[in-house]
């Protein structure tokens, strides 16, 4: 029978942010293309309309998340995982490519991108070993190897089609889980120079338009026409909307598409052009809302697993958040990561409603272990 206190603990608070966003988003899309559209430079069905309907089937997908006992991702954990492994070697081999990546499976009139499902693959898988294995003097590197190889391996698969902006979020989710279960400090030490040097060698393997895109960073305006177009455009959007903003649909950047990829990466300068510096905060009062409200369902989950995957899907959308914001903002180099909830692209949207699906279940389910 259908347990009434299910319906007592539900996280109505968590469902409430993450639908404003969500609707702010659609609204935020809206004004994003409406240039496009009037121009007759966008064809077919309109993005606000296709991230409409992925949000419906997001919001089934996130209720079918949250019915079942999230139990059941401990037990099948490692099946999820290597379904994603599996995706994203058919990606390789059969992916569609779109300008230069090969990143999407195309399934009839959709196109999904396997990458995205890993930033709920990974955290389930790592989840469960490091709730078996917990240490309360720390993890060493001789029980980190497994961990390790679960991470590095989806991330080398996702930065070959190429795509370093989710293989980066990847890692990164991977490395806040590892640092909140505890490592053991000379295996902290060693991980971090290993890492360093990782970093420094892998500037050697990186395709060229990504070493432009780091060159940028440090100085846009070398190639202010070329390469630092997005962040200068970006960065003068954002200027440009002040302290209260210029209106809804009144943002001269992204009207007069001067502003790139304005319903993807540079959302965020749409946004800010629009409602200024006090809506800019407001949007990252709410995300920052999502995220401690997840921290503070891993806190009160009354065993480990529900603990330590709460705080990697958290740590999902902090990241994103982060990169994505830092992106617009001239703070980081343009890594293509979308902004949660906000940005275009289905396969981004449909995953975050799963993981905030994840953490209602785990947060109306907490009554049913003991401390």
């Given amino acids: 029978m259908f347990d009434r206190r299910l319906v007592q603990h539900f996280d109505w608070g968590l469902l409430g942010l993450t639908l404003v966003l969500v609707g702010a988003g659609i609204f935020t899309l809206y004004s994003a293309v409406n240039a496009s559209a009037i121009a007759g430079r966008a064809p077919g069905p309109p993005v606000y309309l296709k991230q409409l309907y992925w949000f419906f089937l997001g919001l089934v997908a996130m ?8 139990k059941w991702l401990y037990r099948f954990g490692g099946l999820i995982y290597t379904a994603c492994i599996a995706l994203l070697v058919l990606v390789l081999i059969a992916g569609k490519e779109v ?22 693959a990974l955290p389930i898988v790592l989840a469960r070993y490091f709730s078996d294995q917990v240490s309360a003097e720390g993890f060493e590197l001789k ?9 590095l391996l989806p991330f080398l698969l996702i930065a070959n089609q190429p795509d370093l902006g989710t293989g980066l979020v990847v890692l990164l ?18 991980l971090g120079g290993v ?6 060698v892998a500037w050697f393997f990186l395709k060229e338009y990504q070493k432009q895109r780091i060159a940028i960073f ?14 200068i455009q970006s960065k003068i959007a954002v200027g440009s909307g002040m302290f209260w903003g210029k209106g809804f649909l009144e ?23 629009e409602w200024g510096f006090l809506g800019s905060a407001l949007f990252i009062l709410l995300y920052m809302g999502i995220i401690v409200w997840g921290l503070s369902i891993a806190i009160r989950s009354k065993e480990p697993f529900g603990t330590v995957l709460a705080v990697g899907i958290t740590s999902m959308m902090f990241w994103q958040v982060v990169i994505n914001v830092g992106m617009a903002l001239g703070l980081l180099p343009v890594v293509g990561v979308p902004l949660p909830l906000i940005s275009y692209g289905g396969s981004s949207l449909l995953v975050t409603l799963i993981g905030v699906g994840i953490l209602l279940n ?3 389910r907490r009554f049913m272990f003991k401390s």
């Fill in 362 to 364: 785990i947060s109306m």
């Fill in 143 to 151: 029980n980190l190897w497994k961990p390790i190889f679960w991470s």
């Fill in 251 to 273: 943002g001269t950047q992204n009207a007069l598409s001067f502003l790139p990829e304005q319903h993807t990466d540079f959302i965020f300068s749409v946004l800010a052009e």
């Fill in 195 to 200: 890492g360093g040097l990782m970093a420094s």
């Fill in 99 to 120: 300008s230069g990546s090969q990143r999407w499976l195309t399934f009839g009139p959709v196109s999904f991108q396997p990458s995205e499902m890993l930033k709920i």
């Fill in 173 to 190: 989710i991977a490395g806040s889980m590892t640092v909140f279960v505890k490592i053991e400090r000379r295996t902290l030490i060693f």
């Fill in 63 to 70: 209720v079918g998340a949250f019915l079942f006992n999230y």
């Fill in 218 to 231: 440090v100085n846009p305006g070398q190639d202010p026409l070329g390469a630092g177009y997005h962040i």
